[in-house]
């Protein structure tokens, strides 16, 4: 186990490295930098502008700038903020946390929903219920996310015109004098905050883990040992959970590990449109602005994330599958 | 069971596939939306791109179609109302009324010499299936049946259009990505533990043994043997550079360091050098070809899919035809859907080589491209077309996420993310005042959905233990 | 008007002591509300598009940042009456010229205190301009202190009198001198311990609001990542500032701006009353407002068209095209260019792109900027008939077999047209112009093409650039003198349409002409005489074809009161005055 761990850790030297250089690359061959659209301000002169780039260090070689990157990582700096003007991981770190919050929140969801309805549509296969059930889910994959959270938010608009309140909030992550709230209310409110966007993000994922779930189970309510244990007399309850649904759950849970570098990478559009200050909006700024050590970084935190995730799913399907030893 | 056997796969998967419903349905709705992509100038009574200013029909409702005559109260063949435009003042929103002295009948078959259309772009033709011709037309008369755009512009038309870059890009990012999938993955899956030689050492035995070889009697003896000089020379460049570029980059670096700081990156980055020269000159570099591309696979993963496809999308010019954005967007939406494809195709052809008939013809001699290709591949058939059915929709979605952020399709050229962006630039508006500007969104929801039927369809009808 | 302010200047001046303070008296006219009518208390609600980048004024680059939140958009000394647009001294009580008017001499006023207590003295001015003027700190406001290539010096006369030294006359005089000042004993020993970046260090999004000090209404309280900045009332700065009826100014407790990146989410918070003002900037968005406010849903004051925005939309073709010397002969030529600008529909621009809530532009200086346009100065408006004559006059009279216009050698009008991708409205624009010269012959090749490159393509400098013609936009551009420094120069940077470096039309050297003569000339009205005359010989050049550009909007809940009356709501004056907003409901 310990050598499996140190093995899967040297592999991820390469792909690190290889993922970021490649980022870098991308990000260095758009063209302009993050100085160019000042170029357009009618008050700032040339001189200042190739100051500036001098001082950001835009002037060096691709491969300089990568290096000192790199070199700099070593010391735990990811590079300082263009726009910011703040080291990088200041900027990202409550935009992290924020995204955490709202992926979080719909992974729960997601598998605490996903699971029981992909088991009941196991158990009650081609009935109208596994039907409507299929259909609600293909309803959440076929609307783009960010245009269901435009119409729940228009919707809002209206339920607050017709009632005078809203039953979720209209966008954003905290109620106006959060700070000045105790911490189990503090909670409280960006969990209310959240709940609509964690569902808007969930639809778009359910299809795939209820058709999955749903087929695991079928799969595994096939076998020969499950009929041996109906065979013997067991009641379906013990059946079910004791032995069918412990087996068909394992390689849901591989997918868990995979689930880590999503939580920092966001909840995608939806965060603009729910205007939720987590790290889609971020990057999309850092992109437009071509704030390159924010892109980089997110690019460095993300790809460690995923590698760990993969471990992460191997160690856990280890734990649930007895079958499963690493060398 | 005797009737059975004399049925081939394709007919069982076939038969399989009729008895799943909303496959079937799924499929027939894709037939027909792929019908009025293909002929969309005979579908749709307008050029996508007409518009007039004087006035201008900024986003006129839907026309109403009359089938009653006023007069008689009987039912007659259907007809429109020429078309009143004010602004009105309170809400400063265009209000448009019938003008019920007009009255121009909705023509089938309809002909259109002004506006001549092409179906792929080889027959010319001016047939269209209903309009109110040209006539109607110049007298400002509009048979809107989706209301228009803030130019004036058919939404319908426009629709149609926007299917065949909405309905092809998916098919053509699959088809790419199937290709980059199935020949990475196959080829990882294949030589995995096969080591590949990358470099020439000047002072290897191996080297000199590999160009003693290329001495060998046979056909193409003097081509063989200067390939294989200039391949020794190109390796010493290769790896030589390589050294030399890191050394020079050291040089630069500790431009930028403190003292104690050089003394680490002369520790990291000289060694690092001497290997790099080792192996030019000393000892062979080999490597796994299945670790190569595992690894690439891995690092696009890594990377946020959002930020691939905006970055990617502003490092490709811009400065090129709209068309070419269009086999941009299929190039960056494959380039990041290939790799969940061959990390499957790999795991299987892993296990498919190990098979008895496929070592059966290995013994036999049968060369490894053919074998890859006639006897790997197709036992993949089954999961590939799975895949890219259910890929699709996924792709045609990821169009519609890159047109809401605006580096998808360009004007003159739309698509249904086009539009649904257009109508999301409307705000509430879109919901409140003109609904149907919400038809695209409903058109991506069809064929998404559709998509996802036949692929579930699809996955049933492969696969053995789900027959019914 | 200006006469009841030195009038309560000069009673408060006769009454002052060291310690009492001499206060600013906010008029009467700038605001809606009646003398005594507000009410004290409570909170202003705003939203911005864009998160906050720093609390540093020093490092702030960005349009809308934290500092000019809490300096009334960086104002200093002086500030401008929006009733006549003129300067009045605001931290300053009064000023002098010199005869030669190279020196303004400014007293600054007495009893003015920091948000910390601490007095604010001449030191605060100086350490200010000290740090934005050290090129390792990067300030977005030091090229501000450049005339030219000279340099502006602040100097410290005594602890309540500073002198501004100008390196010769300038139209901007004042505007250099307006800039805000930040507390000495702050960044001063910092400063000068640590340099440039001990300074980039301070005051980043993630310090102690404690720590901040302005002089402003309201200083920075709290701020939420990417969500909220609230700003609580400064207790000092009503010790000199009061409103018509000697009352302390702000009325309101706490000014809070919620962080909205999209457009609709920023409508649902203002249709549902989370924000108490918004810019409507489409007539989609105008549509909900009214409707909301029609239905009795919400209770809010519209006003559609208040003004023209202060920003251009406009073509410029490139004059420096060695490869291709019959574009470039038909680029340099004005009966082109102004053929060019016949074709362009800017009624139809006006309706299709803004929903008819537009402007159509002739000229570079802004519509908004009424006191400086002449209406004299020659405009071609859209008229295809005018533009296939001019076209004619160049030798274009025939057309070929596609229907384009071709010379007698045979040779097609045709040029490639760019402009950003992704900006809709610049797209829709070209659109427009290309299907109108479609029409009387001419072939347009529209692209859009990435931002960067295309700032890359306009900036070019030399002989030989890579582009056509491109669609694009300015802002900025001050009341002071509204033509661009880096733009009307044949030398500026922004000279677009020509960087060869040297004026290569007589008129364009008639235009640097007028332009630093109006920059040299101090009084205001000889100045704008001189900005007519430009304009004049602008329209007769015709170096950039203008096309039209949206109008300002505005929009606020009626729970809050103390907004600007109708007349100078405008895109340059905005709705209101922070400090004379208060809570009416």
């Given at each position: 186990?310990?050598?499996?761990?140190?093995?899967?850790?040297i592999?991820?030297?390469?792909?690190?490295?290889g993922?970021?250089?490649?980022?870098?690359?991308?990000?260095?061959?758009?063209?302009?930098?993050f100085?160019?659209r000042?170029?357009?301000?009618?008050?700032?002169?040339?001189?200042?502008?190739?100051?500036?780039?001098?001082?950001?260090?835009?002037d060096r070689?691709?491969?300089?700038?990568?290096?000192?990157?790199l070199?700099?990582l070593?010391?735990?700096?990811?590079?300082?903020?263009?726009?910011?003007?703040?080291?990088?991981?200041?900027?990202?770190?409550?935009?992290?946390?924020?995204?955490?919050?709202?992926?979080?929140?719909?992974?729960v969801?997601?598998?605490?929903?996903?699971?029981?309805?992909?088991?009941?549509?196991?158990?009650?296969?081609?009935?109208?219920?596994?039907?409507?059930?299929?259909?609600?889910?293909?309803?959440?994959?076929?609307?783009?996310?960010?245009?269901?959270?435009?119409i729940?938010?228009?919707?809002l608009?209206?339920?607050?015109?017709?009632?005078?309140w809203?039953?979720?909030?209209?966008?954003?992550?905290?109620s106006?004098?959060?700070?000045?709230?105790?911490?189990?209310?503090?909670?409280?409110?960006?969990?209310?905050?959240?709940?609509?966007p964690?569902?808007?993000?969930v639809?778009?994922?359910?299809?795939?883990?209820?058709?999955?779930?749903?087929?695991?189970?079928?799969?595994?309510?096939?076998?020969d040992y499950?009929?041996?244990?109906r065979?013997?007399?067991?009641?379906q309850?013990?059946?079910?959970?004791?032995?069918?649904?412990?087996?068909?759950?394992?390689?849901?849970?591989?997918t868990?590990?995979?689930?880590?570098?999503t939580?920092?990478?966001g909840?995608?559009?939806?965060?603009v449109?729910a205007?939720w200050?987590?790290?889609?909006?971020?990057?999309?700024?850092?992109?437009n602005?071509?704030d390159l050590?924010?892109?980089?970084?997110?690019?460095?935190?993300?790809?460690f994330?995923?590698i760990?995730?993969?471990?992460?799913?191997?160690?856990?399907?280890?734990?649930?599958?007895?079958r499963?030893?690493?060398? | 069971?005797?009737?059975?056997?004399?049925?081939?796969h394709?007919?069982?998967?076939?038969q399989?596939?009729?008895?799943h419903?909303?496959?079937?349905?799924?499929?027939?709705?894709?037939?027909?939306?792929?019908?009025?992509?293909?002929?969309?100038?005979f579908?749709?009574?307008?050029?996508?791109?007409?518009?007039?200013?004087?006035?201008?029909?900024?986003?006129?409702?839907?026309?109403p179609?009359?089938?009653?005559?006023?007069a008689?109260?009987?039912?007659?063949?259907?007809?429109?109302?020429?078309?009143?435009?004010?602004?009105?003042?309170?809400?400063?929103?265009?209000?448009?009324?019938e003008?019920?002295?007009?009255?121009?009948?909705?023509?089938?078959?309809?002909?259109?010499?002004d506006?001549p259309?092409?179906?792929?772009?080889?027959?010319?033709?001016?047939?269209?299936?209903?309009?109110l011709?040209?006539?109607?037309?110049?007298?400002?008369?509009r048979?809107?049946?989706?209301?228009?755009?803030?130019?004036?512009?058919?939404?319908?038309?426009?629709?149609?259009?926007?299917?065949?870059?909405?309905?092809?890009?998916g098919?053509?990012?699959?088809?790419?990505?199937?290709?980059?999938?199935?020949?990475?993955?196959?080829?990882?899956?294949?030589?995995?533990?096969?080591?590949?030689?990358l470099?020439?050492?000047?002072?290897?035995?191996a080297?000199?043994?590999?160009l003693?070889?290329?001495e060998?009697r046979?056909?193409?003896?003097?081509?063989?043997?200067?390939?294989?000089?200039?391949l020794?020379?190109?390796?010493?460049?290769?790896?030589?550079?390589?050294a030399?570029?890191?050394?020079?980059?050291?040089?630069?670096?500790?431009?930028?360091?403190?003292a104690?700081?050089?003394?680490?990156?002369?520790?990291?980055?000289v060694?690092?050098?001497?290997?790099?020269?080792?192996?030019?000159?000393?000892?062979?570099?080999?490597?796994?070809?299945?670790?190569?591309?595992?690894?690439?696979?891995?690092?696009?993963?890594a990377?946020?899919?959002?930020?691939?496809?905006?970055t990617l999308?502003?490092?490709?010019?811009?400065?090129?035809?709209p068309?070419?954005?269009?086999?941009?967007?299929?190039a960056?939406?494959?380039?990041?859907g290939?790799?969940?494809?061959?990390?499957?195709?790999?795991?299987?052809?892993?296990?498919?080589?190990?098979?008895?008939?496929?070592?059966?013809a290995?013994?036999?001699?049968?060369?490894?491209?053919?074998?890859?290709?006639?006897?790997?591949?197709p036992?993949?058939?089954?999961y590939?077309?799975?895949?890219?059915?259910?890929a699709?929709?996924?792709?045609?979605?990821?169009?519609?996420?890159?047109?809401f952020?605006?580096?998808?399709?360009?004007?003159?050229?739309?698509?249904?993310?086009?539009?649904l962006?257009?109508?999301?630039?409307?705000?509430?508006?879109?919901?409140?005042?003109?609904?149907?500007?919400?038809?695209?969104?409903?058109?991506?929801f069809?064929?998404?959905l559709?998509?996802?039927?036949?692929?579930d369809g699809?996955r049933?009808?492969?696969?053995?233990?789900?027959r019914? | 008007?200006?006469?009841?302010?030195?009038?309560?200047?000069?009673?408060?001046?006769a009454?002052?002591s060291?310690?009492?303070?001499?206060?600013?008296?906010?008029?009467?006219?700038?605001?809606?509300?009646?003398?005594?009518e507000?009410?004290?208390?409570?909170?202003?609600?705003?939203?911005?598009?864009?998160?906050?980048?720093?609390?540093n004024p020093?490092?702030?680059?960005?349009?809308?940042s934290?500092?000019?939140?809490?300096?009334?958009?960086?104002?200093?000394?002086?500030?401008?009456?929006?009733?006549t647009?003129?300067?009045?001294?605001?931290?300053?009580?009064?000023?002098?010229?010199?005869?030669?008017q190279?020196?303004?001499?400014?007293?600054?006023?007495?009893?003015?205190?920091?948000?910390?207590?601490k007095?604010?003295?001449?030191?605060?001015w100086?350490?200010?301009?000290r740090?934005?003027?050290?090129?390792?700190?990067?300030?977005?406001?030091?090229?501000?202190?450049?005339?030219?290539?000279?340099?502006?010096?602040?100097?410290?006369?005594?602890d309540?009198?500073?002198?501004?030294?100008?390196p010769?006359?300038?139209?901007?005089?004042?505007?250099?001198?307006?800039?805000?000042?930040?507390p000495?004993?702050?960044?001063?020993?910092?400063?000068?311990?640590?340099?440039?970046?001990?300074?980039k260090k301070?005051?980043?999004?993630?310090?102690?609001?404690?720590?901040?000090?302005?002089?402003?209404?309201?200083?920075?309280?709290?701020?939420r990542?990417?969500?909220?900045?609230?700003?609580?009332?400064?207790?000092?700065?009503?010790e000199?500032?009061k409103?018509?009826?000697?009352?302390?100014?702000?009325?309101?407790d706490?000014?809070?701006?919620n962080?909205?990146?999209?457009?609709?989410?920023?409508?649902?918070?203002?249709?549902?009353?989370?924000?108490?003002?918004?810019?409507?900037?489409?007539v989609?968005?105008?549509?909900?407002?009214?409707?909301?406010?029609?239905?009795?849903?919400?209770?809010?004051?519209?006003?559609?068209?208040?003004?023209?925005?202060?920003?251009?939309q406009?073509?410029v073709?490139n004059?420096?095209?060695?490869?291709?010397?019959?574009k470039?002969?038909?680029?340099?030529?004005?009966?082109?260019?102004k053929?060019?600008?016949?074709?362009?529909?800017?009624?139809?621009?006006?309706?299709?792109?803004?929903?008819?809530?537009?402007?159509?532009?002739?000229?570079?200086v802004?519509?908004?900027?009424?006191?400086?346009?002449?209406?004299?100065?020659?405009?071609?408006?859209?008229?295809?008939?005018?533009?296939?004559k001019?076209?004619?006059?160049?030798?274009?009279?025939?057309?070929?077999?596609e229907?384009?216009?071709?010379?007698?050698?045979?040779?097609?009008?045709?040029?490639?047209?760019?402009?950003?991708a992704?900006?809709?409205?610049?797209?829709?624009?070209?659109?427009?112009?290309?299907?109108?010269?479609k029409?009387?012959?001419?072939?347009?090749?529209?692209?859009p093409?990435?931002?960067?490159?295309?700032?890359g393509?306009?900036?070019?400098?030399g002989?030989?650039?890579?582009?056509?013609?491109?669609?694009?936009?300015?802002?900025?551009?001050?009341?002071?003198?509204?033509?661009g420094?880096?733009?009307?120069?044949?030398?500026?940077?922004?000279?677009?349409?020509?960087?060869?470096?040297t004026?290569?039309?007589?008129?364009?050297?008639?235009?640097?002409?007028?332009?630093?003569?109006?920059?040299?000339?101090l009084?205001?009205?000889?100045?704008?005489?001189?900005?007519?005359?430009?304009?004049?010989?602008?329209?007769?050049?015709?170096?950039i074809v203008?096309?039209?550009?949206?109008?300002?909007?505005?929009?606020?809940?009626?729970?809050?009161?103390?907004?600007h009356?109708?007349?100078?709501?405008?895109?340059?004056?905005?709705?209101?005055?922070?400090?004379?907003?208060?809570?009416?409901?």
């Amino acid at each position: 186990m310990g050598a499996y761990l140190v093995r899967r850790l040297i592999h991820l030297i390469p792909t690190f490295l290889g993922a970021t250089f490649l980022a870098f690359l991308i990000l260095q061959l758009a063209p302009g930098d993050f100085l160019t659209r000042w170029a357009l301000d009618p008050k700032i002169r040339p001189e200042t502008i190739a100051l500036m780039r001098h001082n950001f260090g835009l002037d060096r070689p691709v491969l300089v700038q990568y290096l000192i990157w790199l070199k700099n990582l070593l010391h735990g700096d990811l590079g300082h903020s263009f726009m910011y003007q703040q080291p990088v991981l200041e900027v990202i770190w409550p935009r992290i946390l924020n995204s955490l919050i709202l992926v979080g929140l719909s992974i729960v969801f997601l598998y605490l929903i996903g699971i029981p309805v992909g088991v009941y549509q196991a158990l009650r296969p081609y009935t109208p219920g596994d039907y409507a059930i299929s259909f609600l889910a293909y309803f959440g994959i076929a609307i783009p996310n960010f245009f269901f959270m435009l119409i729940l938010i228009y919707l809002l608009v209206q339920f607050k015109f017709a009632h005078g309140w809203t039953p979720f909030p209209i966008g954003g992550m905290t109620s106006q004098g959060f700070d000045h709230l105790p911490p189990w209310r503090q909670l409280l409110d960006v969990l209310w905050h959240a709940v609509l966007p964690a569902f808007v993000v969930v639809t778009a994922d359910m299809s795939s883990l209820t058709r999955v779930m749903r087929g695991l189970v079928m799969e595994v309510l096939g076998q020969d040992y499950i009929r041996t244990a109906r065979a013997k007399g067991l009641p379906q309850r013990v059946v079910l959970y004791k032995h069918a649904l412990r087996n068909a759950i394992i390689p849901v849970i591989a997918t868990i590990g995979g689930l880590l570098p999503t939580l920092i990478s966001g909840a995608g559009l939806v965060e603009v449109v729910a205007n939720w200050p987590g790290m889609t909006p971020l990057l999309l700024d850092a992109i437009n602005q071509q704030d390159l050590y924010v892109n980089t970084g997110i690019i460095a935190l993300s790809t460690f994330l995923l590698i760990v995730g993969n471990i992460l799913g191997d160690l856990l399907l280890a734990v649930v599958d007895p079958r499963i030893r690493y060398g | 069971m005797g009737e059975y056997r004399t049925k081939s796969h394709w007919q069982l998967v076939w038969q399989q596939f009729k008895r799943h419903r909303l496959a079937l349905l799924g499929g027939g709705i894709l037939l027909l939306l792929y019908t009025l992509a293909a002929f969309a100038g005979f579908f749709s009574p307008y050029d996508p791109n007409f518009y007039t200013l004087s006035p201008v029909y900024r986003y006129a409702p839907p026309t109403p179609i009359h089938f009653r005559d006023p007069a008689t109260g009987r039912l007659t063949r259907p007809f429109v109302y020429g078309l009143k435009k004010t602004l009105d003042l309170n809400t400063f929103v265009e209000k448009y009324t019938e003008d019920r002295t007009r009255r121009y009948p909705i023509r089938f078959f309809v002909r259109t010499p002004d506006h001549p259309y092409t179906i792929f772009k080889v027959f010319r033709s001016d047939l269209r299936l209903f309009g109110l011709g040209e006539k109607a037309t110049a007298e400002g008369a509009r048979l809107y049946l989706l209301g228009s755009d803030n130019f004036g512009r058919d939404l319908w038309s426009r629709m149609v259009y926007g299917a065949q870059v909405s309905l092809t890009i998916g098919i053509l990012a699959v088809l790419v990505a199937l290709i980059l999938g199935l020949l990475l993955g196959g080829l990882s899956g294949f030589y995995q533990g096969t080591r590949i030689r990358l470099s020439l050492p000047l002072f290897a035995r191996a080297t000199w043994r590999y160009l003693k070889a290329g001495e060998a009697r046979g056909p193409g003896r003097v081509l063989r043997v200067f390939g294989r000089g200039i391949l020794l020379v190109l390796s010493l460049v290769f790896w030589l550079g390589l050294a030399a570029g890191l050394l020079y980059g050291l040089v630069v670096l500790t431009g930028y360091s403190g003292a104690g700081e050089r003394v680490i990156e002369a520790l990291l980055m000289v060694p690092a050098a001497l290997w790099l020269l080792s192996r030019g000159l000393l000892v062979p570099f080999t490597f796994d070809p299945d670790d190569l591309v595992m690894r690439l696979v891995e690092i696009l993963a890594a990377i946020p899919g959002l930020f691939l496809l905006v970055t990617l999308r502003s490092v490709f010019p811009s400065d090129i035809d709209p068309l070419m954005t269009f086999y941009i967007v299929v190039a960056i939406l494959s380039l990041i859907g290939w790799g969940g494809l061959a990390r499957t195709v790999r795991g299987m052809v892993l296990s498919l080589r190990e098979m008895d008939y496929v070592t059966a013809a290995k013994a036999l001699g049968v060369p490894e491209f053919l074998l890859i290709l006639r006897h790997i591949l197709p036992a993949t058939a089954s999961y590939t077309i799975v895949y890219a059915s259910l890929a699709i929709p996924g792709f045609i979605l990821a169009e519609s996420g890159l047109s809401f952020i605006g580096f998808g399709i360009t004007e003159p050229y739309t698509s249904w993310g086009l539009l649904l962006k257009a109508a999301q630039d409307g705000g509430f508006a879109s919901f409140a005042d003109r609904p149907w500007v919400l038809a695209p969104g409903f058109a991506i929801f069809l064929a998404v959905l559709t998509w996802n039927f036949v692929g579930d369809g699809l996955r049933d009808a492969f696969d053995p233990r789900r027959r019914r | 008007m200006k006469k009841a302010i030195i009038g309560t200047l000069a009673l408060t001046l006769a009454l002052a002591s060291a310690a009492l303070a001499q206060a600013f008296t906010w008029p009467a006219s700038w605001t809606t509300a009646k003398p005594g009518e507000a009410k004290r208390g409570g909170t202003f609600v705003e939203a911005t598009i864009s998160d906050f980048r720093t609390m540093n004024p020093f490092l702030s680059a960005e349009a809308d940042s934290i500092p000019d939140r809490m300096t009334l958009n960086g104002i200093g000394l002086v500030t401008r009456d929006p009733t006549t647009g003129k300067w009045i001294p605001y931290m300053a009580t009064s000023w002098k010229v010199s005869k030669d008017q190279t020196e303004i001499t400014f007293k600054i006023r007495r009893g003015m205190k920091w948000s910390d207590g601490k007095p604010i003295t001449a030191d605060d001015w100086i350490m200010t301009y000290r740090i934005h003027m050290d090129p390792k700190v990067g300030s977005n406001l030091r090229d501000s202190f450049f005339i030219g290539d000279k340099v502006v010096k602040v100097e410290k006369i005594d602890d309540y009198t500073l002198r501004f030294v100008y390196p010769k006359p300038d139209a901007e005089a004042f505007a250099i001198a307006s800039y805000s000042p930040w507390p000495a004993h702050v960044f001063g020993p910092v400063y000068e311990k640590q340099g440039a970046d001990g300074i980039k260090k301070m005051w980043g999004l993630n310090e102690d609001p404690g720590k901040i000090v302005t002089w402003g209404p309201f200083v920075v309280a709290s701020y939420r990542p990417g969500e909220r900045v609230v700003f609580k009332r400064n207790p000092y700065f009503g010790e000199w500032n009061k409103d018509a009826a000697g009352n302390p100014l702000p009325y309101l407790d706490a000014y809070q701006v919620n962080i909205v990146k999209d457009t609709n989410a920023e409508l649902a918070a203002f249709l549902t009353g989370e924000i108490d003002q918004m810019n409507p900037t489409t007539v989609e968005q105008i549509a909900q407002i009214k409707k909301a406010i029609n239905a009795g849903k919400l209770d809010a004051t519209l006003k559609v068209n208040a003004s023209p925005i202060a920003s251009s939309q406009f073509v410029v073709f490139n004059w420096n095209k060695k490869s291709d010397p019959f574009k470039e002969r038909l680029f340099r030529s004005a009966k082109f260019r102004k053929a060019m600008s016949h074709l362009i529909n800017r009624k139809a621009v006006v309706e299709v792109v803004y929903g008819g809530l537009g402007t159509p532009m002739y000229g570079s200086v802004y519509p908004v900027l009424t006191q400086w346009i002449n209406k004299d100065a020659p405009k071609y408006p859209y008229d295809p008939e005018a533009a296939k004559k001019l076209l004619a006059e160049l030798g274009f009279t025939k057309k070929d077999a596609e229907g384009y216009l071709v010379d007698e050698q045979g040779r097609r009008l045709e040029f490639n047209l760019a402009t950003n991708a992704g900006n809709k409205q610049r797209e829709e624009i070209a659109k427009l112009f290309v299907d109108e010269a479609k029409k009387v012959g001419v072939k347009i090749n529209f692209r859009p093409i990435d931002f960067n490159t295309l700032v890359g393509q306009l900036l070019s400098k030399g002989p030989d650039r890579p582009f056509d013609a491109i669609i694009i936009g300015l802002r900025g551009g001050g009341l002071d003198w509204p033509f661009g420094s880096n733009v009307v120069p044949c030398r500026g940077n922004l000279h677009m349409w020509n960087r060869s470096g040297t004026c290569l039309d007589p008129r364009e050297t008639l235009m640097q002409y007028y332009y630093y003569k109006g920059r040299t000339t101090l009084d205001f009205d000889q100045r704008v005489k001189i900005g007519y005359k430009l304009q004049e010989v602008e329209g007769e050049l015709l170096p950039i074809v203008y096309i039209a550009g949206p109008n300002y909007h505005t929009a606020w809940n009626n729970r809050i009161g103390g907004w600007h009356p109708d007349k100078i709501i405008s895109s340059i004056w905005r709705s209101g005055e922070l400090p004379l907003l208060y809570r009416a409901k």
